[in-house]
């Protein structure tokens, strides 16, 4: 059993706790154990925290890093902007020396001190790992397959971009997610410009609602051309953009899409065979019904 | 105001928009904006690589590339009073495909930033600061979702600040400790009285 610290972030414990319960019942079947990291805070949100002042952004980050730190495990977390936050500080301050000094000489306040002696990884990349877990586990783990249905994938900007910082290759056209969507017996489906951005980062979707908004209705237009059934992500803040999004749609624009949209671990969940209820999909905004009625 | 280079007038007002005048220029500004953000504007041969992959630019009149061109000739007032500072959603499309090496998502930040630093800054960036500052949460639970919660079988509080608001202290010393939480609440109050 590999054991991580969970960071939960804000959006998945607080608008889809279904993702969280998902991620703590999926990962237990595939040898990950997630403990809970007392007292985490919001990572804090990279594009409000980070465009105020990118020292209180280090500062704050590199808390809740300590708390890992001090329970000597490395953090497992399931949202994009919680790894900008968590993996982004943590690499930064641990190569840059003056960084480092100028968060623990705010720290020490607070008795804490940075050590840099753990890492970060996002719950998804963990699945994908022979080396942790990997695609044959998880098609093992399946006992409802996801036959007949088509499932797209938005993978999201924070996690893989900027690519030189980070360790996934090209970005251009990745297809690691849909492999993992394959293994749950979906067909994957792919669809014009998957990586553009949902809309929702760098504090837009606070600024200009109908701006943020207008960028989710050109993925989703995109998504209506190639019919897929469900649309799955590895962020609750994009899960929040397109699902709510595609109320605030209907309601400023006049256009309805319906598409459910899941995070990969209650997409896993529903693989692995529990329930919609324990997956608090009722808490979606859009109905996932038309997806279930395929899949169960 | 308009300004004149002394042409006739109809000319002046045609060439309004080429003109850059000396005393607008800060040279301290490319500096600070190079530092913060730990790239390198300077190398920009403005090939607009960076607005051609910019989500923000159909749909507004952000041009990424021309704030890298400000950033470079140290065009301060003009990038920081700019309401479209505000439109990039940092997903570092334009990043990944510089040709250059350089990191614009990074200079909107450092810019941005700068333009706080002069309370230039929208209210819902804010407002995210004084919710974390009361809950450790930028977006903070609710009673749906703690009965929802409950049903998953999940405590009603997760085991963040939530389950354990006395690490919340924590999380105030440090804003407080570089005055945010004073100023976020100072200019709420100047904005929406």
């Known amino acids: ?296 | 105001m308009q300004r004149t280079k002394g042409y006739p007038e109809a000319l002046d007002k045609k060439l309004a928009d080429t003109r850059l005048f000396e005393d607008e220029r800060h040279p301290d500004f490319t500096k600070t904006v190079e530092e913060i953000s730990m790239t390198i504007p300077h190398m920009c041969y403005q090939c607009g690589t960076c607005t051609a992959s910019c989500p923000s630019a159909p749909r507004s009149s952000y041009r990424i590339r021309k704030f890298v061109r400000r950033a470079l000739l140290g065009l301060e007032d003009e990038s920081l009073t700019d309401p479209d500072l505000w439109l990039c959603t940092t997903c570092y499309s334009c990043t990944d495909r510089c040709p250059r090496d350089i990191a614009p998502t990074d200079v909107i930040m450092a810019m941005r930033n700068l333009a706080a630093r002069r309370d230039i800054i929208p209210v819902n960036f804010l407002k995210t600061v004084q919710a974390i500052y009361t809950t450790g949460h930028g977006v903070p639970n609710n009673d749906v979702n703690r009965a929802a919660r409950k049903k998953l079988g999940l405590n009603p509080e997760p085991p963040t600040t939530h389950g354990f608001p006395q690490y919340v202290k924590g999380i105030q010393y440090i804003l407080d400790y570089f005055g945010l939480k004073d100023r976020a609440d100072r200019i709420v109050k100047e904005r929406e009285g």
């Open chain 1, 1 to 296: 059993m590999h054991e991580y610290a969970f960071f939960l972030g804000c959006i998945a414990p607080n608008r889809y706790p279904g993702a969280e319960s998902a991620s703590y019942k999926t990962s237990e079947k595939l040898g990950i154990k997630l403990l809970d990291l007392e007292g985490g805070s919001c990572c804090p949100a990279p594009g409000a925290f980070g465009s105020i002042d990118l020292n209180i952004w280090y500062a704050m980050a590199a808390r809740n890093l300590v708390l890992a730190e001090q329970m000597k495990k490395d953090i497992a977390l399931i949202c994009n902007g919680c790894y900008k936050s968590i993996w982004e500080v943590n690499h930064k301050l641990k190569k840059h020396k003056e960084l480092r000094e100028g968060v623990n000489e705010v720290l020490k306040g607070v008795d804490m001190e940075f050590k840099g002696t753990i890492d970060v990884w996002h719950l998804a990349e963990l699945f994908y790992d022979p080396k942790i877990c990997g695609l044959q586990k998880i098609r093992d783990s399946v006992t409802v397959p996801l036959e007949g249905t088509r499932i797209a994938v938005h993978y999201g900007c924070h996690l893989m971009k900027p690519k030189k910082e980070r360790h996934f290759g090209s970005t251009e056209h990745p297809y690691w997610i849909e492999e993992m969507v394959a293994a749950l017996g979906a067909e994957p489906v792919e669809y014009r410009n998957k990586m553009l951005c949902c809309g929702a980062g760098g504090g837009v979707r606070g600024y200009d609602l109908v701006h943020s908004i207008d960028i989710t209705n050109e993925k989703m237009i995109n998504l209506k051309e190639v019919k897929a059934d469900a649309l799955t992500e590895v962020c609750p803040f994009c899960q929040l953009q397109f699902d709510r999004g595609q109320i605030e749609i209907e309601e400023k624009f006049g256009v309805k899409y319906g598409l459910p949209v899941l995070h990969y671990c209650e997409l896993l969940g529903l693989a692995q065979g529990m329930s919609p209820q324990e997956l608090a999909l009722d808490l979606h905004a859009v109905s996932c019904e038309p997806f279930l009625e395929k899949v169960l």
